[in-house]
């Protein structure tokens, strides 16, 4: 959870970062409450158990005629530090479930208020303008037959689809350029597990308020990720890494599943709101003082991808209220999709700072003979199928074919424009 010497020495601050994301700052009270009753069963239970301890020693050196009634008293005590033995897991249950009502403590400067508060930091390029009428991302798929819709819903249900021919093909393009930027700039590649256990789902902090996003198969008690930043967040689980040599960076392709949940009736056209979508996931784990220099380096990797795909957009630096419960900070890069009229998200990256390492027990010794601490954590994407729909609409011709961005080409077999099938 959060750093619980933070909890009671400043609850304050926690509270401030509470009602920031337009949670109760009651929460707060809750947490220290029950964490002091639980410290305070806990106490209890170990002065019982000192007490039995003692108890017994002088139970073995008692002379005989006094044994029995030293007995009965040890059978007394067994008694009480059982009642207080389940008191303490009674109340380490209620200090859990406050606690986790408790989430990352947002970072100085982060907007306060909801999804519509958020701040822009800056735009890239100019919007596209067209001499034509505009066909949305859709449109061009089905001229380009890159996207099969009907097809999709037919064989899965709503809001699932195939990429055909050159949707297929630029999907990849996508995902490969993506992965070379990635181990370029010195992120170890990762094809992780799709499915995770429960603890991992939760160490994450994605069994929270996103619960009902997620794809649960009951049989087997796995989930299925939305992000590889889930199963990358467990590669290091339970351990101590070696942090060194610096930061450990690891770029996850992977296959991710959401249920869109309670987005009824949202972005029902075409493949910006799908319940399965490939996706490049940069993760990172560091020392807590570099957390924020990482931060900005993952979102300069994804402005350059964006630049390179001639993508006009924005960077915004996302509302406390709209935090993930893991995020201390959320930059989004959204780009700009014509017919919509409107930028759209294709990026987001989260400083999740010493949150998750705490949750997933990942530390690191911030010298030798020191004593471990968490390490902080981040991800961020850097390719995903969205991206297909900014692409489509902004490198179209009144011909409906599209133009293929330089950078794609070599991932093409040199194709320069993707042309309407006949």
Same mark, same amino acid.
Request: hydrophobic letters at 40%; charged letters at 25%.
């Given at each position: ?18 009602? &920031? ?20 069963? !806990?106490?209890?239970?170990?002065? !019982?158990? &000192?007490?039995? $301890? ?5 139970? &073995? ?14 059978? =007394?005590?067994?008694? %009480? ?12 249950? +209620? ?6 009502? *408790?989430?990352? *403590?947002? *970072? ?13 930091? #800056? ?15 859709? &449109? !061009? ?9 009907? %097809? ?28 070379? %930027? ?5 992120? /170890? ?24 996003? /997620?794809?649960?198969?009951?049989? =087997? ?20 890494? =070696? ?20 987005? @009824? ?43 390179? !795909? ?11 209220? =709209? ?19 409107? @930028? ?6 989260? $400083? ?12 690191? #010794? ?12 981040? $991800?961020? +994407?850097?390719?995903? +199928? ?7 609409? +902004? ?13 794609? #080409? ?13």
């Amino acid at each position: 959870m959060i750093d619980l010497a933070l909890l009671r020495d400043n609850p304050d601050l926690v509270k401030r970062s509470q009602v &920031a994301r337009g949670e109760s700052p009651d929460t707060v009270d809750e947490a220290v409450a029950a964490d002091r009753a639980r410290r305070a069963a !806990l106490t209890a239970y170990e002065e !019982l158990r &000192a007490e039995q $301890n003692a108890h017994g020693k002088k139970v &073995a050196q008692a002379p005989k005629d006094e044994k029995p009634a030293l007995v009965a008293q040890a059978k =007394d005590l067994s008694d %009480r530090v059982k009642a207080a033995q389940l008191a303490v897991t009674e109340a380490e249950e +209620t200090a859990d479930a406050a606690l986790s009502r *408790i989430e990352n *403590i947002v *970072i100085d400067g982060v907007p306060a208020g909801g999804e519509e508060a958020f701040v822009t930091l #800056r735009t890239h390029g100019q919007t596209p303008t067209f001499d034509f009428e505009p066909l949305d991302h859709l &449109a !061009l798929g089905e001229k380009l037959d890159a996207i099969d819709m009907e %097809r999709g819903t037919k064989v899965s249900g709503s809001r699932f689809y195939f990429l055909t021919g050159i949707g297929a093909r630029l999907e990849y393009a996508l995902m490969s350029l993506a992965l070379q %930027r990635a181990v370029d700039a010195g992120f /170890i590649p990762m094809i992780p597990p799709t499915l995770v256990r429960p603890e991992v789902m939760r160490g994450t902090g994605f069994l929270g308020q996103h619960a009902d996003e /997620i794809y649960r198969l009951e049989a =087997d008690d796995l989930y299925l990720v939305g992000t590889s930043e889930v199963p990358l967040a467990g590669y290091h689980m339970g351990e101590i890494i =070696d942090l060194a040599a610096g930061a450990k960076r690891y770029a996850g392709w992977s296959t991710c599943y959401r249920r869109e949940a309670g987005s @009824y009736g949202k972005d029902t056209r075409g493949i910006i709101r799908v319940h399965q979508f490939n996706k490049l996931e940069m993760f990172v784990y560091t020392t807590p003082e570099d957390a924020e220099a990482e931060h900005l380096r993952l979102v300069a990797l994804q402005e350059q991808m964006l630049q390179d !795909l001639g993508l006009s957009y924005r960077v915004i630096d996302v509302a406390a209220g =709209d935090l993930g419960s893991s995020a201390a900070r959320k930059y989004d890069i959204e780009a700009w999709v014509p017919t919509q009229d409107a @930028y759209r998200e294709l990026t987001s990256t989260s $400083n999740c700072t010493t949150y998750q390492a705490r949750r997933l027990d990942v530390r690191y #010794r911030p010298a030798p003979d020191a004593k471990t601490a968490p390490v902080a954590t981040l $991800n961020g +994407t850097l390719a995903t +199928t969205r991206w297909i729909v900014a692409l489509l609409e +902004t490198h179209q011709r009144a011909d409906g074919s599209v133009v293929i961005p330089e950078v794609l #080409r070599p991932y093409l077999g040199g194709l320069e424009v993707a042309e309407p099938v006949a």
